[in-house]
């Protein structure tokens, strides 16, 4: 039982590069969520996904797009990559029935630098 | 609006020593669930406790407790007997009614030492 799963671990891209990061989990999740993580902010919303074929803007969603292919994977899209996207990209699943103490998995972590 | 505050950057505790990291939020929703979670040096997400706005009790999770105070809209964390594996960051993390998406504090980050 994998849970949340990230790739890449670490990116470099040059200012204007786009890249995707893929998510994936393995426990019928219906909710996804994407986040960035920078000093001194905390985790930060960028967008989620309440169920498959929806997405919805979070917190902080200027400069990315995400994409619910199905039920297992949420990506996120850097189409022209800025140094201030340097951070590190939590995705992150949950199922969460009502006034439940059930949490969201989170992956492991994606950091990218843009140069 | 919802919110966390974490008012303190940085804590420093003795090993075995208990220590109290705070936490205070702001929401109207009658019913929401607080999380506390520990990031350490590489890097991933663990939850340590949930605290429902209905528990009458505080939560506890072996040496971890959550010293919750509704009226004052406090959600502290207290590990006691720290151990130099509790040195991490530490977030305070809300949900509303009704929805799976969580709002986090700023952070603290604990060192513990000798």
């Known amino acids: 039982n994998a849970g949340v799963t990230q790739t890449p671990k670490f990116q470099v891209l040059k200012t204007g590069q786009s890249m995707t990061l893929q998510c994936a989990q393995d426990?019928?999740?219906?909710?996804m969520y994407w986040y960035r993580q920078d000093p001194g902010m905390g985790l930060r919303l960028i967008y989620y996904?309440?169920?498959?074929?929806?997405?919805d803007k979070g917190e902080v969603p200027n400069g990315y797009n995400v994409s619910r292919l199905n039920k297992r994977e949420f990506s996120l899209r850097l189409e022209s990559a800025a140094p201030s996207q340097t951070s590190v990209y939590f995705c992150?699943?949950?199922?969460?029935?009502?006034?439940?103490?059930?949490?969201?998995?989170f992956g492991p972590g994606t950091r990218l630098l843009v140069l | 609006a919802q919110k966390i505050t974490q008012t303190q950057p940085g804590m420093f505790v003795q090993e075995k020593e208990a220590v109290t990291l705070d936490c205070t939020y702001d929401t109207s929703d009658q019913s929401y669930g607080l999380f506390w979670y520990k990031q350490p040096s590489s890097g991933e997400m663990i939850f340590l406790i949930y605290q429902g706005s209905y528990d009458e009790q505080n939560a506890t999770e072996g040496r971890y407790s959550l010293n919750f105070q509704k009226a004052r809209k406090s959600a502290n964390l207290v590990i006691s007997a720290s151990q130099l594996g509790d040195s991490a960051m530490y977030f305070c993390a809300m949900r509303g009614y009704n929805t799976d998406k969580l709002i986090f504090g700023t952070g603290t980050r604990l060192q513990v030492f000798p």
């Open positions: 992150a699943s949950s199922d969460i029935p009502f006034d439940s103490q059930e949490t969201q998995y």
């Open positions: 426990m019928n999740h219906n909710s």
């Open positions: 996904s309440a169920s498959e074929g929806t997405t």
